[in-house]
């Protein structure tokens, strides 16, 4: 009784009288559909023969071009990185014309140098038989554009023979962070050469302004994964010692001055530090004469003093008056300065222990508590040197005990503040530890320490979960010392990666992760993104799934697989997608039928899902999958067609027509029922 009504159901839904001719239009529809499909093919084959071989031609082109115009980078943009000559090279070499016979060691660069030569690569030319260099090189200097390098190339063939070779690179344009000198090949005429130095000669900027170093050879600055952060840390490094030097030539003694000096002729090229030398220069020499006079000024008080014990000699009662102030002249201050003047040099020596009690035996006489501190702050310099951490901290202690207020007082008071800041950080006292750690960090001039304080402000904000703060933090250090905080660079950029991932950031996050990936011993981060797809590809977001997957799968194979069977898969379905409607008539009253297509992820696998419940008993909403008990599956760009064996054994099969209109056919024992359908 109930396949009869069934049967009576479904006959009502159809429309029987055009049955036959509805037929007969899905057939020749059909064979329509394949006539295009097979014309559409044969025109897609025919354009990619053309684009291809219009390809081939523009690269042999490209390649001839660059072989006859050896300094076209200079011609491009800072951006585009020379990539002409990169196709160029790399036809060349499928060519297999050139063979690379040695790479140079990463990263050459020497202090202070606004050129960062990441790349040298010298190869063979084996049809003219000569070899050649390329140099690849970065502007590191964000605060000016690179107009012309000169260079000098020395090619040592290990058994005396030194090829010299003037390079320059002119009209540049090169803006901060672009890199260029691919397209330029260096040859290289000493053919046994197998060590290459370089010397930086001149940098002229586009503003006429001119960068040089004396004996400015290039060594390795080891590998990197991020230029840029090394760019940002070098110029953190000039801006520190441009304020110390510049807060030192702007005191009053020579020492300070002097000291001042030599920290900025270390950065002479930066902002105004030639000005400041020049005026420190002479600010110099009038302190050192006013040190001067005030001690001729000093020593001739002391021989009026001799001449006045001389004169007076021959007076009894004010040779008894003169001998009492001679005696308190020669031990308040004659004894004194002799051994204020021999400490100095034990200073000066480095003879730091002798400095220490010699300083102490004077009792704060003129200046030797400030330099009783700089004896016991260099010892503790020592004593890390050493290795001894406890005898650092306790000659440090003394050195800030011993003139607070003098510059080796705060500076070794800046080492006592990293000591408290660690002691707190035990104690799980963090933001006395963060307050302690800044304090260091700002106070402190030497490297090492600026280095640790800051890696110690960072490891506080990824214990507070801040792992933005402590990624930015610890990007400087290791920029600066990539052996000694390799592993909370790798630490606090993968929990800051996953952080980002995980609140949806994929694109940010995986471009952190791709810097510590390397480094970093944590689980996969790739895998995380890749189940987040497939998570959204069974929700049916499939877009925003493909979105994800795009992003990782560059560098990760299985999110690279199911992309691409995805993005198929999705073209293939594409104008299936959406909700079709039909309008009929059932017992004298008229009905609305709909059936909806979307797509989805099903175990795996890229499918289309079908709600059609306009029929109670028959109705079905199913994902399309040989997993999900579905046989003779059919899904093709115009035609679909299954098997329901769970669902009465019911056939579907449905049909594209023209003008977004649809042919469904239902299978049901041994009767066909077509109905069409117009997308909504």
Known sequence: MEEKNNKEKIAEESVQSNENTVAEEAN???????????????????????????????????????????DSEQKQTAKKKDSKS????????????YKVIAKLEPNLWTYGS???????????????????????????????????????????????????????????????????????????KNENAVKFIIKIDKVVFVDGSVWTKKDAVLESAGEMEDVEVFAQAKTKDYEDNYISGMEEVQKD??????????ILKRIAWYKNSKELIKTAHKKYDIAVKNEERKQASENRRANRQKDVKKKYMTVLTAVG????????????????????????????????????????????????????????YNLGLQALNDNDENKASDYFTKSHDADKSSEYGKQAGAFLDYYAATDALDKKDYDKAQQLFTSSAQAASDFNLINKASAGMAQVSYIKADYSTAWQTIKNVYAKDNKTFQAQYAEYGYAY????????????????????????????????????????????????????LNQIKGNYAKAKTLYDSMNSFHKKVSLWLGTWKHRGTVNGEKTTYYITFSEVLYKGEPCIKIKDMNNKSLGYDVEISSKNHITQIEVGKYMIHFKLKNNHNQKLTYTLLEGKKMLRELKYEGVTYKTKYKKK
């Open 253 to 262: 003694d020579s020492a300070s001055i002097g000291n001042g000096i030599e």
């Open 114 to 188: 606004p050129v960062l030569f990441e790349k040298g690569t010298l190869e063979r030319d084996q049809v003219s038989n000569i070899n050649r260099l390329s140099l690849i090189f970065t502007n590191i200097y964000e605060e000016k554009e690179i107009r012309d390098l000169y260079i000098t190339i020395y090619a040592d063939d290990g058994e005396g023979n030194v090829e010299q070779i003037n390079h320059s690179y002119l009209a540049m344009g090169q803006e901060y962070l672009a890199s260029k000198g691919k397209a330029a090949k260096i040859t290289i």
């Open 497 to 548: 990666a996953k952080q980002l991932i995980d609140k949806g950031s994929i694109k940010e996050g995986m471009e952190v992760y791709s810097k510590v990936e390397k480094l970093s011993k944590s689980a996969n981060l790739s895998e995380s993104v890749y189940n987040q797809a497939v998570k959204l590809g069974e929700a049916g977001k499939i877009q925003e799934s493909l979105n994800l």
């Open 86 to 97: 990169e196709e160029s090279e790399q036809e060349e070499k499928e060519n297999g014309r």
């Open 321 to 376: 008056v003169i001998i009492v102030i001679a005696a308190i002249a020669t031990v308040t201050f004659f004894i004194p300065n002799k051994k204020y003047k021999s400490a100095e040099k034990l200073i000066k020596n480095q003879k730091y222990t002798q400095a220490v009690t010699a300083f102490k035996d004077l009792g704060g006489f003129r200046k030797s508590k400030g330099f009783l501190a700089e004896a016991y």
């Open 28 to 70: 020749n529809k059909e064979l329509e559909i394949k006539k295009e499909e097979t014309t559409v093919e044969q025109e897609s084959a025919e354009a990619e023969k053309i684009v291809e071989t219009a390809e081939q031609k523009e690269a042999a082109e490209s390649t001839k071009e660059l072989a006859t115009q050896e």
